[in-house]
T-cell receptor, first 107, second 113 residues
């Protein structure tokens, strides 16, 4: 049983395309995290959101707590966006991680 | 900008040996975490630590594992008797508040031979 499900698992896009990655979760949470894992393995926290929408540059994250669903959007995608994007749901003091979406942006 | 650091970046050890992975969290953070990621698999939660004690641990975190904050700055993960299946990338993270944004270290790649 996966508490956090992501789709798609793999995504290839042309540079400039608008990208959407989806995350559904079954655990009760107050906030959800989106993380980026670089090809070298390092992890960076992109967003922590509990409602509505957040925007950082070309990245937009939305969440619907009632529907237990979140999306990560990338506008005007660029090859440097190529990475694995992971959603993670904290519950109590534990985190449940999705399996990640591997994004490749082709020039 | 403050960051979480981890040492070593890569550790190779023989099965049955003890290893200690070290992390220096961000200085004003209160919550500390260890995660692992077996090659090709998803990140898994191991343990969270607050106020000098374990807050929560996963099923993976059995008696072979222990954590410690020995001196107020370092946060360590010890594996007493390593197994081949302990080979993974181990990430430390810290946060100021429970469940909120976490800052991840660069990871330690542990290889057990």
């Amino acid at each position: 049983k996966n508490e956090v499900e992501q789709s798609p698992q793999n995504l290839t896009a042309q540079e400039g395309e608008f990208i959407t990655i989806n995350c559904s979760y079954s655990v009760g949470i107050s906030a959800l995290h989106w993380l980026q894992q670089h090809p070298g393995g390092g992890i960076v926290s992109l967003f922590m959101l509990s409602s509505g929408k957040k925007k950082h540059g070309r990245l937009i994250a939305t969440i619907n707590i009632q529907e237990k669903h979140s999306s990560l959007h990338i506008t005007a995608s660029h090859p440097r966006d190529s990475a694995v994007y992971i959603c993670a749901a904290p519950t109590g003091n534990q985190f449940y991680f999705g399996t990640g979406t591997s994004l490749t942006v082709i020039p | 900008e403050p960051e979480v650091t981890q040492t070593p970046s890569h550790q190779v050890t023989q099965m049955g040996q003890e290893v200690i992975l070290r992390c220096v969290p961000i200085s004003n953070h209160l919550y500390f975490y260890w995660y692992r990621q077996i090659l090709g698999q998803k990140v898994e939660f191991l343990v969270s630590f607050y106020n000098n004690e374990i807050s929560e641990k996963s099923e993976i975190f059995d008696d072979q594992f222990s954590v410690e904050r020995p001196d107020g700055s370092n946060f360590t993960l010890k594996i007493r008797s390593t197994k081949l299946e302990d080979s993974a990338m181990y990430f430390c993270a810290s946060g100021f508040n429970r469940g909120y944004e976490q800052y991840f270290g660069p990871g330690t790649r542990l290889t057990v031979t």
